[in-house]
């Protein structure tokens, strides 16, 4: 069972930015995919942006140009850089990491970011 955990979530003006972390407490370098979901309140979780274990990244319209994702094999940590950010990017940001098989997929307990000035 992998362990995530995520942090650098807060409260920032728009316009803002914020670094999001994501801590395995397994090696990630082997791993299919991994990437950052985010739920606003009363929404599904939606794909924020996804990074493979090629390094192909996939990014959800509403964040191209502005976030980036970034993985640190040898620090097991999986990041996103949310530059620009606008009161509709405020959600519990979850970070999610898919193995090679059906019954490994995990989940990190989630960290709020709010946008408002």
């Known amino acids: 069972q992998v362990q995530l955990v995520e942090s650098g979530g807060g409260l920032v003006q728009p316009g803002g930015s914020l670094r999001l972390s994501c801590v395995a407490s397994?090696?990630?370098?082997?791993?299919?995919?991994l990437g950052w979901y985010r739920q606003a309140p009363g929404k599904e979780r939606d794909l924020v942006a996804r990074?493979?274990?090629?390094?192909?990244?996939n990014y959800a319209d509403s964040v191209k140009g502005r976030f980036t994702i970034s993985r640190d094999n040898g620090k097991n940590t999986l990041y996103l850089q949310m530059n620009s950010l606008k009161p509709e990017d405020t959600a519990v940001y979850f970070c999610?990491?898919?193995?090679?098989?059906?019954?490994?997929?995990?989940w990190g307990q989630g960290t709020q970011v709010t946008v408002s000035s």
């Open positions: 397994e090696n990630i370098a082997g791993s299919k995919f």
């Open positions: 999610n990491l898919v193995g090679w098989f059906s019954s490994q997929n995990y």
């Open positions: 990074i493979s274990r090629g390094g192909i990244t």
